[in-house]
């Protein structure tokens, strides 16, 4: 049992990057989709696609080969929450990394989540 999913897809990410593997498997859930849909449109990974196998469907995340220090920083565990306003958010590392928040819209970067001036559930941080 996993008790943090989102943290598990992170961790899995960052070792599959740094042992140069072309692809990762993830299990399944709405809520990893869209946060590796941001990754995708961010350029953090380069494809993910919905593999339906016999019993559950995995996420299978491929990777940028030169991208081997990604770094992915949960910021909100399940033990302590993060909550952010709108005003409290800030670029991260100079605006050249993203930072992924739970909102009312949806999962937004902090940048849309600023031009839309919603806060939330600060998730995590890419750089």
């Given at each position: 049992m996993i008790t943090d999913p989102i943290a598990d897809l992170l961790t899995r990410i960052r070792n599959a990057?740094?042992?140069?593997?072309?692809?990762?498997?993830?299990?399944?859930s709405k809520l990893k989709e869209s946060l590796?849909?941001?990754?995708l449109e961010e350029g953090f990974v380069s494809e993910v696609k919905v593999v339906r196998n016999e019993k559950f469907p995995?996420?299978?995340v491929f990777l940028i080969p030169e991208n081997?220090?990604?770094?992915l920083v949960r910021k909100s565990t399940p033990g302590r929450r993060l909550y952010v306003s709108c005003s409290d958010?800030?670029?991260?590392?100079?605006g050249y990394g993203i930072g992924i928040l739970s909102t009312s819209k949806g999962l937004?970067?902090?940048?849309?989540?600023?031009?839309e001036g919603?806060?939330?559930?600060?998730?995590?941080?890419v750089y």
């Open positions: 990057s740094r042992a140069r593997h072309e692809f990762v498997l993830i299990p399944y590796l849909a941001i990754l995995q996420l299978k081997s220090s990604i770094e958010l800030r670029p991260v590392k100079s937004l970067t902090v940048e849309k989540a600023i031009e919603v806060g939330g559930e600060y998730i995590c941080e």
